[in-house]
Every structure is written in C-alpha cells, then in structure tokens.
C-alpha cells in the first residue's frame, strides 16, 4: 500500500518546525551563511602575483569544505529531529563522517543530473528525483557512493510522481517564505529540509530491503 503523500511530508515539517522555531531557524540561517560562502575579488589595482594566487585558490578550498560540512551537518540535525525534535542541539551541525564519500556521492548525484538536463532536461529531472536521497542515505547508513546511488533508486522506485509533487510543493512554501523576506525564508527553509528527511525515512521504512539469499 502506498502510504506516501507530499502533502503528508510538507505537513511534517511544518508540525516538526513549531515545536521549536527558534532552534530550527537558526539551524538555517548557520547553513545558509556557512554553505553561501561570499565573494572574494581582488581588486584590479593589485597584482595577481603567486602567492596572491595560491592565497585564492586556498580560500576557495576553504570555502569549499565549510559548505560541505554545513550540508553534512544540517542533514544529521533533520534526520535526527524525525525522531525527537527536542534532542537535536547546535552540536549536531558538527557532523563531519563520512567526508569524502559524502563528496564522492554529490559529485556523482550532480553529474548524472547535469547530463540528464542536457538529454532534453526531462531526463535530468527524473534522475535528480531518483538519486535525490543519496546524501542523506551515505550520512545515516555510512554507504559508499554507488550503493547510496543504488538504495536511493530503490526506495523511490514507483513514487516519482509524489516526490515531484513535493518538490512542487517546497517551490510554493519557499516562494511564500521569499514574499515574507528573510524570516520567511527562515521558517521555509525549515520546513523545507525537515519535509525531505521525512520523505526519506518514510520511503526508507515503507519500501523493504530485499531478501539476502
């Protein structure tokens, strides 16, 4: 039976996000600003000599990796906030395992939707929806980049059409969030993330694992 609906999942979050709003808030704006990163420029009165360089491109690395951990961290407090929102504390964010294959896995996840979009985009939609849970499949699982590709496959497997159908959904709830400027982006933004990890868990749970033989 099928027990998966977007409307459910939005309205998990929401449910999820009012019991403490501040916490959740602040979790989003941590994120937004560690993974946003901001713009380093030279200005054009300065030599671009090699050290000036190698500082660049070592503040770019920089860059790079908090935004990573920001990802990271933010999908550990919403995976542990479906099970009891009030024992997700800030320390949770500080989730740095399993790194690289976390980076091997969203780079993988992101060239295979970059060519699906060049395939007339339908395709790069319908492989973006299928590998959608990979990240939160290598946080919580701890596996390796193709079997996350392959569990997530798995467990949305006859459920695109509801997960677009959420996404649709999420697009709305931001777009509100964005029309009611930063504050609303705040509480969007939660109920957003909150609604994905629900997602995950519920489809994690419904669709069983096959059979070992």
């Known amino acids: ?27 989003t704006f941590i994120v937004g ?27 770019g690395l920089a860059m790079a990796v908090i935004s990573i951990l920001a990802k990271m961290g933010s999908i550990q407090v919403v995976l ?24 091997g896995a969203s ?6 939707v970059v060519v699906g979009l ?9 492989w973006g ?7 939160y499949l290598v946080m919580e699982r701890k596996l390796k980049p193709f079997e996350a590709l392959k569990e997530s496959a798995r467990i949305t497997d006859g459920h ?8 649709g959904l999420i697009v709305l709830v931001n777009i509100l ?8 982006l705040l509480v969007s933004g939660s109920v957003s993330s909150l609604a994905i990890a629900h997602a995950y868990r519920t489809l994690s749970f419904q669709v069983e694992a096959p059979a070992v033989v």
């Open 1 to 27: 039976m099928n027990t998966f609906r977007a409307g459910a999942m939005i309205g998990f979050g929401w449910e999820t996000f009012k019991k403490r709003p501040w916490f959740f808030a602040g979790v």
């Open 33 to 59: 600003v560690l993974s946003g990163g901001t713009s380093f420029r030279m200005g054009d009165s300065i030599q671009n000599s090699p050290s000036t360089i190698a500082l660049i491109v070592f503040v």
């Open 80 to 103: 542990k906030a479906q099970n009891n929102a009030d024992s997700v504390t800030f320390s949770d964010l500080w989730a740095p395992h399993p790194f690289w294959k976390y980076v």
């Open 107 to 112: 780079m993988l996840v992101g060239i295979i």
């Open 118 to 126: 060049i395939l007339l985009i339908v395709p790069g939609i319908l």
């Open 129 to 135: 929806l299928r590998y959608m849970f990979v990240p």
């Open 160 to 167: 695109k059409w509801q997960l677009l159908k959420m996404i």
């Open 177 to 184: 969030g964005f029309l009611c400027l930063v504050v609303g």
